[in-house]
C-alpha cells in the first residue's frame, strides 16, 4: 500500500469553526489531491498541488484553502466550517502529473459539521 | 470540460454470475487514461483496471475486464464469477492531459450488491 495517512479519520466540528485535515505521504510523489466524496455526486477535486507551495483550485474550492510547505504534507482547510461541508475526504497523490500515472488515495476523513 | 456518466446508481448479481457496469464519457482529448475504482465499505479506493485510449485491446485482469469503444466514448466493466467480496461502489473515472495536473475526473458511481 501506498504510504498515505489522513488525519483525522472522524471529526465532529461545530458550523463556523475552522478545521485542518491533514494529508501525510512517505512516498516522495510531486503531486497531490483533496476530493470531497458526497452521495449522487462521486469524487470531486477540491484542490490540487503539483510541488512545494504550488497549489491550483479543482472545480469545488469554494470556501476551502491549501497549503504544501513540505513535499509530504498537504492541509485542507475550512476557514468556517458549514454544515455543506459535511462530506468524506480523500487525498490522493501521484509521482508525476502524466496521464498514464497511477494515483493512489488515502482513507478518508469522515467530516461531519453541526 | 471533461464528463463521466454511470448511469446505473445500483446493480445487483448473484454469486457466480457476471454483471456489466456501464460508463460513458465525453472528451475533446485524444490522449487519456480510463479506470475502474472499487469502493468497499472500508472506504479504500483500490484500483480495478485501467485502459489506454490509443490501445485498440481491451484491458483485462483475472475476472475483471473491459469493453472499451472509443468512438462511442463507451467504457464499461465486466466481472466474472462474482464473488462476496466484490460487492461495492464502483467508479468510473478519466484522467486526461489537461493542465498542470492530470486530475482524474469520477463519474457518480454504481453500488454493486452481490447476492447467494
Known amino acids: 500500500d501506498a504510504g498515505i495517512t489522513q488525519s483525522p479519520r472522524h471529526k465532529v466540528t461545530e458550523t463556523g469553526t475552522p478545521v485542518t485535515l491533514r494529508c501525510h505521504q512517505t512516498e516522495n510523489h510531486r503531486y497531490m489531491y483533496w476530493y470531497r466524496q458526497d452521495p449522487g455526486h462521486g469524487l470531486r477535486l477540491i484542490h490540487y498541488?503539483?510541488?512545494?507551495?504550488?497549489?491550483d483550485k479543482g472545480e469545488v474550492s469554494d470556501g476551502y484553502s491549501v497549503s504544501r510547505s513540505k513535499t509530504e504534507d498537504f492541509l485542507l482547510t475550512l476557514e468556517s466550517a458549514t454544515s455543506s461541508q459535511t462530506s468524506v475526504y480523500f487525498c490522493?497523490?501521484?509521482?508525476?502529473?502524466?496521464?498514464?500515472?497511477?494515483?493512489?488515495f488515502g482513507q478518508g476523513t469522515r467530516l461531519t459539521v453541526v | 470540460a471533461q464528463t463521466v456518466t454511470q448511469s446505473q446508481p445500483e446493480m445487483s448479481v448473484q454469486e457466480a454470475e457476471t454483471v456489466t457496469l456501464s460508463c460513458t464519457y465525453d472528451?475533446?482529448?485524444?490522449?487519456?487514461?480510463l479506470f475502474w475504482y472499487k469502493q468497499p465499505p472500508s472506504r479504500q479506493m483500490i484500483l480495478v483496471i485501467r485502459?489506454?485510449?490509443?490501445?485498440?485491446q481491451n484491458a483485462t485482469e483475472n475476472r475483471f475486464s473491459v469493453n472499451f469503444q472509443k468512438a462511442a466514448k463507451s467504457f464499461s466493466l465486466k466481472i466474472s464469477d462474482s464473488q462476496l467480496g466484490d460487492a461495492a461502489m464502483y467508479f468510473c473515472a478519466y484522467r486526461g492531459n489537461t493542465g498542470t495536473a492530470s486530475k482524474l475526473t469520477f463519474g457518480t458511481g454504481t453500488r454493486l450488491q452481490v447476492t447467494l
Open positions: 498541488s503539483y510541488g512545494v507551495k504550488d497549489t
Open positions: 490522493a497523490i501521484s509521482l508525476t502529473g502524466g496521464v498514464n500515472t497511477e494515483a493512489f
Open positions: 485502459q489506454e485510449a490509443y490501445k485498440q
Open positions: 472528451t475533446s482529448e485524444s490522449d487519456y487514461y
